[in-house]
């Protein structure tokens, strides 16, 4: 497994976390300000912290999520989505 690039969610979750990168949220909550189903939310959120970019507890009943930024990658991760993120909006724009 590793990060997709090209997966919508994938982008916004970057894209979100590398904004706000003290984050902590679960997956209901997530799923508001991002807009994207839950349970496709949760499947991908599960994947990308087995792979080790995000870390995961619980609090309460509720299991929130928030970026490694131990990761080895995730300066890289984060200068990716930054470059993805700034040519949709450019090509967007050019549309």
């Known amino acids: 497994m590793s990060v997709n690039f ?6 916004a979750l970057l ?6 990168p003290g984050a902590e949220h679960y997956i209901r909550e997530l799923s ?3 807009s994207f189903d839950a ?18 507890f619980k609090r309460g009943h509720e ?6 930024r131990n990761h080895p990658l995730c300066n890289e ?13 450019t090509t967007r724009r050019k549309a």
């Not at 894209?15 to 706000?20: A, M």
């Not at 939310?41 to 792979?51: G, Q, V």
């Not at 299991?63 to 490694?68: A, D, H, I, P, S």
């Open 77 to 89: 991760f984060r200068n990716i989505t930054k470059y993805v993120v700034a040519k949709k909006a």
């Open 15 to 20: 894209n979100y976390y590398f904004s706000n």
């Open 39 to 56: 349970t496709y939310l949760s499947r991908e959120l599960n994947l990308l912290t087995s792979f080790g970019l995000f870390a995961s």
């Open 32 to 34: 508001r300000i991002l």
């Open 63 to 68: 299991k929130y999520f928030r970026l490694n």
């Open 6 to 11: 090209r997966s919508k969610l994938h982008q």
